[in-house]
């Protein structure tokens, strides 16, 4: 059973940046960051497999970036310019399989870390 770790959460004034960082316990393939915000859905943001294929959100995409160390086992966020609305619980996932398709499917991930708490303020 793989276990996944998160870090680099807080909060943040309007502009700011932050980098979520998420260390795997074993061997992943494609690792993924998603938001949830009370009363609405676990949100995909960013999505990366073991090729270097990368997905952004729309609402994410020329201020968030991914990276992955395969080496590591480890998946970061960059987070730069970011809102107010941006706030909510991030989560870190990973997949055993390499996903080529629908990388915003909570359904695609067999690991979830526990949550990191991102807070921007205007």
């Known amino acids: 059973q793989v276990q996944l770790g998160e870090s680099g959460g807080g909060s943040v004034q309007a502009g700011g940046s932050l980098r979520l960082s998420c260390a795997a316990s074993?061997?992943?393939?494609?690792m993924a960051w998603f938001r949830q915000t009370p009363g609405k859905k676990r949100e995909g943001l960013a999505a990366?497999?073991?090729?270097?294929?990368?997905n952004y959100a729309d609402s994410v995409k020329g201020r968030f970036t991914i990276s992955k160390d395969n080496a590591k086992n480890s998946v970061y966020l960059q987070m730069d310019a970011l809102q107010p609305e941006d706030t909510g619980l991030y989560y870190c996932?990973?997949?055993?399989?390499?996903?080529?398709?629908?990388?915003?499917?909570?359904?695609?991930?067999?690991?979830w870390g526990q949550g990191t708490q991102v807070t921007v303020s205007s």
């Open positions: 996932a990973a997949a055993s399989w390499r996903i080529h398709w629908g990388p915003f499917e909570t359904s695609q991930y067999n690991y």
């Open positions: 074993g061997s992943t393939d494609s």
């Open positions: 990366i497999n073991s090729d270097g294929e990368v």
